[in-house]
């Protein structure tokens, strides 16, 4: 009995030491969410942002989790996310309010919480995931400009159709909408184009503002006209207050954009709050915010205006619309496709 009892000690005891000398599973560290300019391409530098920069080519949930770190493109992404999903709660409030689909007249109102919603969320999506690599930072980019040239039209018709003065629709009725169409396709190439060029001269923010720019000032005209046509004070037009809003919000959205500011005032001190770009979104989403009340209220009160203006349509613009998004996403692809080669060029 003691002699078995001694030879299974002696078999147990070489894999006790054996189970005693295997390694133990190492700790994992931490990932690290950010890095200093230094450690990701130019490509991806801020004018005056040194820090809060992610590293390039961690796994997509990597990106998704920094949804809730900081880094110099956190403010950006919640600022429009937010705004996206206060748009969807406006569509609800819509949705039992208006009859979007027996009522034919509704359906330029359901285009521009469609549009609205577009650009905020590809925006959102695009400050997201833009650090996977440069590849993705390039395609993300060129989405973005899609949302915008969305919204683009889905603000011009909504205008043309609920802000628009009789006597300003009879000059522009022929030529608006496929104006406005043309326009935000080429707003969409242009901002496509000049993030390929990567120039930061005059002709690669040229490519970018001057289409903008026009499409701007042909998209507002129906709300600038009536502005000035308007009666003063027009006291009991709570839509024109409102339209009102959104041309300051959007004016000062635009002057953020272009001058760098107050970043270029306090070099390195708007790592993560306080950038320009930052206050951009802002003032875009309050300009959003306004135009979508405005024109709820426009299609309330002035159905007496518009309804004899759209009695007939030169033009179909559902098919304008969805002609806009179809050209965006095509020149958004084929521009991928081009980045996608001059970085195949790059790797040689």
């Known amino acids: ?36 300019r230094a450690k990701v391409p130019p490509l991806f530098w801020k004018p005056y942002i040194y820090v809060g920069y992610r590293p390039l080519h961690q796994t997509w949930c990597f990106y998704f989790r920094t949804l809730f770190q900081q880094h110099n493109e956190v403010v950006n992404v919640w600022t429009h996310l ?50 996977k690599s440069e590849f993705w930072h390039y395609s993300f980019f060129f989405l973005d400009y ?25 000059q522009v009725q022929a030529i608006f909408l496929p104006m406005a ?7 969409c190439t242009g901002s496509c184009y000049s993030k390929y060029l990567q120039k930061p001269g005059l002709l690669g923010r040229s490519c970018q503002e001057v289409p903008s720019v026009l499409a701007y ?19 009991d037009d709570l839509a024109l207050h409102y339209h009102k ?45 306004a135009q979508l009340e405005a024109v709820a209220l426009d299609y309330e009160a002035r159905r007496s205006i518009y309804e004899p203006l759209h009695t007939r349509w030169p033009h179909n613009f559902s098919g304008l619309f969805l002609l806009t998004v179809g050209s965006s996403v095509l020149t958004a692809f084929l521009l991928s496709q081009l980045v996608r080669r001059k970085l195949h060029q790059k790797t040689q």
């Open 1 to 36: 009995m003691a002699t078995m009892v001694a030879q299974k000690l002696s078999h147990l005891l070489p894999s006790l030491r054996q189970v005693h000398q295997e390694p133990q599973p190492s700790v994992q560290p931490e990932p690290v969410f950010t890095v200093e």
């Open 217 to 235: 000032v042909l998209d507002i005209s129906p709300v600038a006209h009536r502005i000035l046509v308007s009666p003063t004070p027009a006291t």
């Open 82 to 131: 937010l705004a996206a999903l206060v748009l969807l709660l406006r569509l609800a409030i819509f949705v039992g309010t208006v009859d979007f689909w027996g009522d034919p007249h509704a359906l330029p109102l359901f285009i521009i919480v469609l549009a609205s919603f577009t650009y905020l969320f590809l925006s959102a999506l695009a400050h997201l995931l833009q650090a």
């Open 146 to 170: 899609v949302g915008v040239a969305v919204y683009q039209f889905g603000s011009a018709l909504a205008h043309f159709y609920y802000a628009i003065e009789p006597a300003w629709h009879a």
């Open 245 to 289: 809003c959104q041309v300051v919000f959007f004016l000062l959205a635009a002057a953020f954009f272009s001058a760098l500011m107050p970043e270029r005032w306090f070099p390195g001190s708007c790592h993560f709050f306080g950038q320009g770009h930052q206050l951009f979104h802002v003032f875009l989403v309050l300009c959003t915010l």
């Open 181 to 187: 169409a043309f326009l935000a396709w080429l707003s």
